[in-house]
T-cell receptor, first 115, second 112 residues
Framework: KQEVTQIPAALSVPEGENLVLNCSFT??????LQWFRQDPGKGLTSLLLIQSSQREQTSGRLNASLDKSSGRSTLYIAASQPGDSATYLCAVKEDRGGSNYKLTFGKGTLLTVNP | DAGVTQSPTHLIKTRGQQVTLRCSPK?????VSWYQQALGQGPQFIFQ???????QRGNFPDRFSGHQFPNYSSELNVNALLLGDSALYLC???????????FGDGTRLSIL
């Protein structure tokens, strides 16, 4: 059974700091990995999606890496801003030969960026 | 271009009642997935509908059922509500199931 773990559970940093969020998964047979952002009481906004054959993806100040063999991904946020404050969720889609469609999520990291 | 829309936004029910939640997928999408997110937890997969049939189901009891209509919209039904069913219910849509899923803002269900 796939399990996704995110560390740390919560993180508080001053504005301008670079930071790294961690995600690990137990079964390396994944189709892709996705990072989401969730604001309080809201739905999920997709930030980056990395296919299993890729090593990293970048969007603006965000960079996500994937090491499938070790079951790890990191989300790097450069020059953090108060508007980055949210919960960040990691999710994997397992590769089951085309018969799996669900995402398996971690519990998330609650990020607070202080002005 | 409308994204995924869910209704209602909030709902309060009592134990034993039944509830129906609704989802309209993003334009151009034909697949709808439902997730349950308890407070402080990550979303848990309930099921996915494609071509009006349940294609995959997570570890949820039969009290949770769904439907997909010819216009690709979907309903999630929960019978015999329990206090533990209190959660944010998220709908996600995609194209044919293996494309990235787009999420709605969810329905907050509170059971008293």
């Amino acid at each position: 059974k796939q399990e996704v773990t995110q560390i740390p559970a919560a993180l508080s940093v001053p504005e301008g700091e670079n930071l790294v969020l961690n995600c690990s998964f137990t079964d390396s047979a994944i189709y892709n990995l996705q990072w989401f952002r969730q604001d309080p009481g809201k739905g999920l906004t997709s930030l980056l999606l990395i296919q299993s054959s890729q090593r990293e993806q970048t969007s603006g100040r965000l960079n996500a890496s994937l090491d499938k063999s070790s079951g790890r991904s990191t989300l790097y946020i450069a020059a953090s801003q108060p508007g980055d404050s949210a919960t960040y969720l990691c999710a994997v889609k397992e590769d089951r030969g085309g018969s799996n469609y669900k995402l398996t999520f971690g519990k998330g990291t609650l990020l607070t960026v202080n002005p | 271009d409308a994204g995924v829309t869910q209704s209602p936004t909030h709902l309060i029910k009592t134990r034993g009642q039944q509830v129906t939640l609704r989802c309209s997928p993003k334009s151009g999408h034909d697949t709808v997935s439902w997730y349950q997110q308890a407070l402080g937890q990550g979303p848990q997969f309930i099921f996915q509908y494609y071509e009006e049939e349940e294609r995959q189901r997570g570890n949820f009891p039969d009290r949770f059922s769904g439907h997909q209509f010819p216009n690709y919209s979907s309903e999630l039904n929960v019978n015999a509500l329990l206090l533990g069913d209190s959660a944010l219910y998220l709908c996600a849509s995609s194209l044919r199931g293996n494309q990235p899923q787009h999420f709605g803002d969810g329905t907050r269900l509170s059971i008293l």
